[in-house]
């Protein structure tokens, strides 16, 4: 096929997609009634500026949609009943797929980030008077969410993917095959056929370590607890990689420390948990003797200062501590430990729902060409001052 081809094909399925969209909307909003005729191939190709024979196409798709019959040559009726006003209310909404926020009776400390991000999605719908539909992932089924699928809603956003217990993929297919536009947050190979947003891991670790070389560090390591099998983690590699490299020094290998179950609140648990992590970082400082850490959220710096000290070494003036996330003032170990990150990274987590909005009425207004998109946010640098933050109160920059 040539490039000219190819070109005149992608315009076609674009404009067979808009045609289809229409009178899928007709139909399913109840403008157009069960057992009405559709007006003529050519009426429609005069309707909506297109060729017959994209008209064509999309009639024979909305046909294998039972949303449309023919009757007689080239006549066509619509076969859809007209839903109920629920149905129709649902039609005009967008669904949230979401987990929930609460883990055993308190805010679980890792819905942090989705807090702000869901801040986002709900303001830019508010602000665009739309009506927004919360369905929580741990109440529902594949029936479920075939019955909404059903009722044809604008989208569905889906903020959370990571969550083990909930296969939010495969109950985000089942929109997506019903030709409901879906958009995921995250960089995980198994969203690729879904729109995407992603927040810039790669750009955010770049611009950390950057920082710690510009305050004087030249034996930058990473440590990190284990499990190392998220998208991020190679994100956040690769700008680590880059930001040392560019500035002629050696990338150190990153060492582990096991995961610590969040949060704890008691301080002879936090101190078992400091001799742990005090434990595998023995092997770091003896081999690389490092000048500055990076570590891979705002949670682990509590632990890491106070295991330094363990080893007799002076956290922010010995070896300087980069954390992440930007929720520092919010941990519960900071009571134990009350020590905050020369520098840390907010991932705009608001701006992340705003843009997965963005996306998805770009979609739905057919502003975006057939194949899916990926739209990366950047990350801030948020400078800490380990000496005056808890004196002067300062207010989390997440948001």
Partial sequence: MSQTEALDSQVGTIAKQRVVRILRSRIIGGELRKGQSLPSERELSRQLSVGRTVVRQALAMLGDEGLVASSG??????????????????????????????????????????????????????????????????????????????????????????????????????????????????????????????????????ALTKALIDRGSKRIAQFWPRPWDRYWFEARRRGYVSAMTQHGLEPLPTYEFPYTPAPIDNRKSFEYSVKTVAGFMLALLREQSPDAILL?????????????????????????????????????????????????????????????????????????????????????????????????GVSSAIS
């Fill in 73 to 206: 040559m080239r006549l066509r009726t619509v076969a859809y009943d007209a839903p109920d006003e629920q149905s129709a209310w649902i039609g005009r909404s967008i669904a949230l797929l979401m987990p929930s926020l609460i883990d055993n009776g308190k805010p679980a400390q890792k819905s942090q980030w989705l807090r702000f991000m869901t801040m986002g999605l709900i303001e830019h719908l508010r602000n665009h008077n739309i009506h927004a539909i919360t369905l929580s992932s741990e109440g529902t089924d594949p029936d479920d969410a075939r019955r909404i699928a059903s009722c044809q809603p604008m989208g569905l956003l889906v903020p959370e993917t990571s969550n083990k217990d909930f296969d939010t993929v495969a109950w985000a297919s089942i929109f997506d095959e019903a030709n409901v536009p879906v958009v995921c947050y995250g960089g995980d190979a198994a969203l690729a056929r879904f729109d995407r947003v992603i927040s810039d891991h790669e750009q955010g670790s770049y």
């Fill in 296 to 392: 891979a959220t705002d949670r682990d710096v509590p632990y890491a200062s106070a295991a330094l000290r363990l080893h007799g070494i002076a956290s922010g003036k010995d070896v300087l501590l980069a954390g992440y996330d930007n929720y520092w003032q919010h941990c519960e170990e900071t009571e134990f430990e009350p020590f905050a990150p020369a520098f840390t990274v907010d991932k705009c987590n608001h701006s992340v729902g705003s843009e997965m909005v963005r996306l998805l009425l770009d979609r739905i207004n057919q502003q975006l060409p057939a194949e899916r998109l990926t739209r990366v946010v950047r990350q801030e640098l948020i400078n800490s001052s380990p000496s005056a933050a808890f004196a002067t």
